[in-house]
């Protein structure tokens, strides 16, 4: 590994917080401190810390609803984050965006984004603005295999390439979008990203629980998007760990293929190998996971201590035509 003590140790810590954070969320959810919908990113985690640690930090991200991962990888506090999923004043969006709609454009975090989709033409334009204001920023669009079927899917990939826009089209292929396998919802099977061809962007189907091999195959393809040859698709393959939402009874799937998935587990395959490569020792990674679970406690307490927004800013922030300002 091309890495040092101190890089290993981050990207490990930064998958631990994430493990940690959505295991608590998920307990949250289950007293009903949590409310609303709560998609967890447990089996994910490798992609947006391998991706997000090889960008700038003006590089802009922008995401769907699974976006705890993201939002954590890219540096928001926990605390900020864990009250925006209670619906907490002092959380990202006032309380009022909650799970899916975590926001900091200070980070240049664009969104958290319910609409399956949706965030593909938004990182287009944002790419646009970034190339028209000749700003040296990449733009990296995380989206689902459930995704890759629409119209703006092919319309955002057709537009970026045509105009050599500086996007990283990230997918992370889980095999499911909600209850349905991609074998039955894409004509061109698992290799979905052979479709970025038709539009000549290069492409890569990399394995998604490898946070080095993620982190190395985005640092390349940052290179050559920064060098003005337009954008490149990752296909990143990947399995969440537990249901589509906390609510999912999950009778689609059988437990032994989450099984061998789990086998796979990105924390604990990048922690041995770490030890085998005597990069981490037992007693660091011991550490890690006690910072770690300190800074999810803390993040805990600050949210159940923080104020639900007040009435009187029921409107604030939103767009209502009816409303005389
Ligand atoms: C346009 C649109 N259609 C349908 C939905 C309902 N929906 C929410 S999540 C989801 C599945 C998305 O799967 P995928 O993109 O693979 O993401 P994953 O949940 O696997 O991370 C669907 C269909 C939606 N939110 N938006
Ligand atoms: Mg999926």
């Known amino acids: 590994m091309n890495l040092d003590n101190g890089q290993v140790t981050e990207l490990y810590e930064r998958m631990l917080l994430i493990r940690r954070f959505e295991e608590q969320s998920g307990r949250l959810y289950m007293e009903g401190k949590i ?32 976006d705890h991962g993201h939002a954590l990888a890219r540096g928001m506090p926990p605390n900020v984050v864990m009250a925006e999923l209670m619906g907490k004043a002092t959380g990202s969006s006032g309380g ?41 920023k990449v733009v990296v669009c995380f989206f689902g295999d459930g995704a890759v079927n629409q119209g703006e899917f092919h319309e955002s990939l057709n537009m970026a390439s045509l105009w050599d826009l500086p996007v990283l089209f990230l997918l992370e ?35 998604g629980m490898n946070v080095v091999e993620v982190r190395e195959t985005t640092q390349q393809a940052l290179e050559r998007i920064r060098s003005g040859k337009g954008p490149v698709f990752i296909e990143a393959m990947t399995y969440r760990f537990v249901g589509h939402s906390v609510q999912d009874p999950q009778a689609y799937r059988d437990s032994s293929e989450i099984e061998q998935w789990r086998a796979k587990d990105p924390l604990d395959a990048f922690r041995e190998t770490c030890i085998a490569e005597a990069l981490l020792s037992e007693e660091e990674t011991a550490q890690i996971d006690e910072t770690v679970r300190e800074t999810v406690a803390e993040a805990t307490r600050f949210a159940e201590e923080s104020q639900e927004p007040s009435l009187e800013s029921l409107y604030d922030n939103v767009y209502d035509r009816t409303r005389q300002v």
Request: aromatic share 10%; charged share 20%.
């Open 35 to 66: 409310k609303g919908f709560l998609h967890l990113y447990i089996g994910e985690e490798a992609i947006a810390v391998g991706v997000i640690s090889a960008l700038r930090d003006d590089d802009y991200i922008i995401t769907h609803y699974r």
């Open 173 to 207: 292929n889980n095999l499911y979008g909600m209850g349905t396998h991609v074998d039955r919802t894409h004509a061109g099977g698992r290799d979905i990203y052979m479709s970025a061809d038709a539009y000549k962007i290069p492409a890569a189907q990399i394995d």
């Open 96 to 136: 009022k965006g909650g799970s899916m709609h975590l926001f900091d454009v200070r980070r240049g975090f664009m969104g958290g984004h319910a609409i399956v989709g949706g965030q593909l033409p938004i990182a287009v334009g944002l790419a646009l603005s970034a190339k028209y204001k000749g700003e040296d």
